[in-house]
Every structure is written in structure tokens, then in C-alpha cells.
């Protein structure tokens, strides 16, 4: 399974990035697809995730700013982050999961928020 995920960088406090991740290879029956992050002294906590039937879940410290999407034909999953703020700043982890619980990573992409 390869990932190609894309969108972190460097960004002010209030600004927006765009997250993308694609998924290629043999993969089946993908249940969920979604984002964790984990900054530097901090577990990797889940972002947001979005099932096949297309429920969505976000943490709570994002609710409101980040929007979850997803192209299926691609096997593509989006994350929009608007009003970003410092606390934002982390490794953002792709992760696409089958309906039999095995779960794929991506190897990552770095967000920094700062002025």
C-alpha cells in the first residue's frame, strides 16, 4: 500500500493549508480513511476520519475549522484547515483502514503554525 500525501507546510496563526492524501496499491474494503497528528512530547491523538458510508468525526479541538472529504474513485481523502492556530502544529498521519481493522499509515506531513 503507497501513500502519497501532501499540503503541510509552514503557515501563520489564522491561516489555511490543505491536506491531501492519496492511497494506491492492493488495499480492500476500506472502512474509514482519516487524519491523526502528533506534535513533538504528545501521543498521536485522530484528527478527523470519515467512513464509507461517509460519517465523519473530528476531535473536538478542531471542530469547526478542519473539514474532512474524500474522492473515492481515487482513493483520496482531503483535510481542509482554516483559522489554524499554534497548537495546530504537528506530524499530520494519513491512515486508510480496511473492514477487517488492519489498519495503513502514511509516512506523514509536517504543519507548522507559526508567526
Known amino acids: 500500500v503507497q501513500f502519497v500525501e501532501s499540503g503541510g507546510g509552514l503557515v501563520q496563526p489564522g491561516g489555511s493549508l490543505r491536506l491531501s492524501c492519496a492511497v494506491s496499491?492492493?488495499?480492500?474494503?476500506?472502512?474509514?480513511m482519516g487524519w491523526y497528528r502528533q506534535a513533538p512530547g504528545k501521543q498521536r491523538e485522530l484528527v478527523a476520519g470519515?467512513?464509507?458510508?461517509?460519517?465523519?468525526n473530528y476531535a473536538n479541538s478542531v471542530k469547526g475549522r478542519f473539514t474532512i472529504s474524500r474522492a473515492d474513485a481515487k482513493n483520496t481523502v482531503y483535510l481542509q484547515m482554516i483559522s489554524l492556530k499554534p497548537e495546530d502544529t504537528a506530524v499530520y498521519y494519513c491512515?486508510?483502514?480496511?473492514?477487517?481493522?488492519?489498519?495503513?499509515w502514511g509516512r506523514g506531513t509536517q504543519v507548522t503554525v507559526s508567526s
Open positions: 491512515f486508510v483502514e480496511q473492514t477487517n481493522r488492519m489498519t495503513y
Open positions: 496499491g492492493t488495499i480492500f474494503n476500506i472502512n474509514a
Open positions: 470519515i467512513t464509507n458510508g461517509d460519517s465523519t
